[in-house]
């Protein structure tokens, strides 16, 4: 694919012209440093509170039957944030990509490639900024949404979820449906895998994010109420304490593990598993039984899945992942094509040669190598003609620069 910055080198050019203007005209009393916190993602994992077990088990993990599917086409979709700090104004530039088995590029936004199955038709502004001095000019407000100035730094990696969660919603609803319906049309079972939780739950704090947790929502019902299935796949689960709040599980934990009420859920799975309660589990699937979560308006049904290391490797090369997904979803996949949620990660995993999603791996690599081009583009454009940066700022892109000549 050839590489194509028509678009972006536009946008980003006019925004570094509007900043570059509005500097020479005045001065912005806001200035601090972007810190580690900022460029590394939160943990998008949230402290659940209401969880009961959604089918029975007498059991804490189950053995599942590895099945490929060879009709089944699955996507991935995941998104990307990085921000730049200027006197005058704060730059959040996002990107969303959706891969497919292959892996194969689907959709991109924004796109540096044209030779994609889906073209945005009507996107997400990509660019935020946050300025009170900063007036962006016409051509780029379509794909910019401003707010006032940053109080702190938390403000700051709250709009860079926003931005992120904003640009989800939007690939659910536009390139998923339309290549969802299109593969569906070939005759293939097609399922939409994101990173992270199908929506979280507790929000009762944040408006933004629980108005955009509702839309998420929304985007994904109108999929399943088209037969197409969509799952979450959480990889970092040490912030989750789901399974402290399950009272069908207080029993067998205990006799097991002992006190676990302090636990977080990976490290009751990990207790589990290496307890005597359990042997031999060398090369086999395990799950827990299927949970369901319900808080602020909005529920889900929650299991984790379990890829252990082969006989041979060290114990930390296996993998927990926690999947999510609606009622509306299971009953599709049970119904429709005769599968199971966690048959779905096997297919885009284990059957791919690998212990995590592929198309979620791949989307995910796509939207960080995205960011970080309009992330360099745009530096370049601000210090190239002579207006300032913060100094972190500076110092991450000379690092990146360092390391490119190495």
Do not use: H
Not at 122 to 141: C, G, K, M, T
Not at 274 to 284: E, R, T
Request: aromatic share 10%.
């Amino acid at each position: 694919m050839k590489l194509n910055l028509d678009m972006p080198t536009k946008i980003i050019n006019s925004l570094g012209n509007d900043i570059i203007s509005s500097y020479k005209t005045s001065y912005s009393k806001k200035r601090f440093l972007l810190t580690l916190k900022d460029i590394i993602e939160e943990d998008v994992n949230e402290n659940e509170t209401k969880a009961e077990l959604y089918e029975y088990s007498s059991r804490f993990f189950n053995s599942k039957k590895i099945v490929n599917d060879k009709n089944l086409f699955v996507i991935g979709l995941d998104s990307s944030s990085r921000a730049i700090i200027t006197p005058i104004a704060d730059i959040i530039i996002s990107a969303v990509s959706i891969s497919g088995q292959g892996p194969v590029e689907l959709s991109d936004w924004p796109y540096l490639y044209r030779d994609l199955a889906y073209i945005p038709i009507n996107p997400e502004p990509f660019i935020y900024v946050a300025s009170d001095d900063l007036n962006v000019s016409d051509y780029s407000n379509e794909y910019i949404k401003q707010f006032r100035s940053l109080d702190n730094e938390d403000d700051l990696s709250k709009i860079m979820d926003y931005s992120r969660l904003s640009l989800e919603s939007w690939g659910i609803k536009e390139p998923s449906f339309a290549l969802g319906n299109y593969f569906k049309r070939k005759g293939k079972k097609f399922v939409l895998l994101l990173d992270g939780p199908i929506y979280l739950l507790d929000n009762k704090n944040d408006y933004i994010k629980s108005n955009l947790m509702k839309n998420r929502s929304n985007e994904i019902e109108i999929l399943e109420n088209q037969g197409i299935p969509v799952i979450g796949v959480v990889k970092r689960i040490e912030r989750s304490k789901i399974l402290t709040n399950v009272q069908d599980f207080s029993n067998i934990l205990s006799q097991c593990i002992g006190n676990y009420e302090t636990l977080n859920d990976s490290l009751i799975i990990q207790k589990m598993l290496y307890s005597n309660c359990y042997n031999n589990y060398y090369g086999k699937i395990l799950t827990t039984p299927k949970i369901k979560v319900r808080s602020n308006g909005l529920d889900k049904i929650v299991e984790y899945v379990l890829i252990p290391p082969s006989r041979y490797q060290s114990i930390n090369k296996g993998r927990i992942f926690r999947l999510e997904y609606t009622e509306k979803t299971l009953d599709i996949l049970n119904n429709n094509y005769s599968l199971e949620p966690v048959q779905i990660l096997i297919n885009d995993s284990i059957f791919k040669q690998s212990n995590e999603s592929i198309t979620i791996a791949y989307s995910d690599k796509r939207g960080k190598m995205i960011t970080q081009i309009l992330k360099d583009l745009f530096i370049n454009t601000i210090v190239g003609r002579g207006a300032p940066i913060s100094y972190d700022t500076l110092r991450e892109a000379e690092a990146t620069w360092i390391k490119r000549k190495t």
